[in-house]
């Protein structure tokens, strides 16, 4: 059983970074796909990026694609999500989730095959 816990939320200019956190020590068993996915006023939830359970392989969605890096930490029960250049777009809650199963090839599969989820860390970008 996971309790994801996220942090590293904050308000930044537009251009700026931000580095999420996302941690529980059940992620260092190698055995999750681990996404980040967020929410912003009046939308979806949509996913963000994935990261393979070896943290070999990792996807983007394209509105992120080479401003935003997952990654693991040595350790392996911290998964980070590394923002920069960030747009007054990006402002939403972001959410960590973690499943058992195969890492696809796109995308992050269904949100609903994500089992454990954490509370949520507020982006806020200002123009």
């Known amino acids: 059983q996971l309790q994801l816990v996220e942090s590293g939320g904050g308000s930044v200019q537009a251009g700026g970074s931000l580095t999420l956190s996302c941690t529980d020590s059940g992620l260092s068993s190698g055995a999750y796909v681990v996404g980040w996915f967020r929410q912003g006023p009046g939308k979806e939830r949509e996913w963000v990026s994935c990261?393979?359970?070896?943290?070999?392989?990792?996807n983007y969605a394209d509105s992120v694609k080479g401003r935003f890096t997952i990654s693991r930490d040595n350790y392996g029960d911290t998964v980070y999500l590394r923002m920069r250049n960030l747009e007054p777009e990006d402002t939403a809650f972001y959410y960590c989730?973690?499943?058992?199963?195969?890492?696809?090839?796109?995308?992050?599969?269904?949100?609903?095959?994500?089992?454990?989820w954490g509370r949520g860390t507020q982006v806020a970008v200002s123009s």
């Open positions: 989730a973690a499943r058992i199963g195969p890492f696809i090839q796109s995308g992050c599969g269904a949100t609903a095959t994500f089992a454990w």
């Open positions: 990261l393979s359970p070896s943290g070999g392989s990792a």
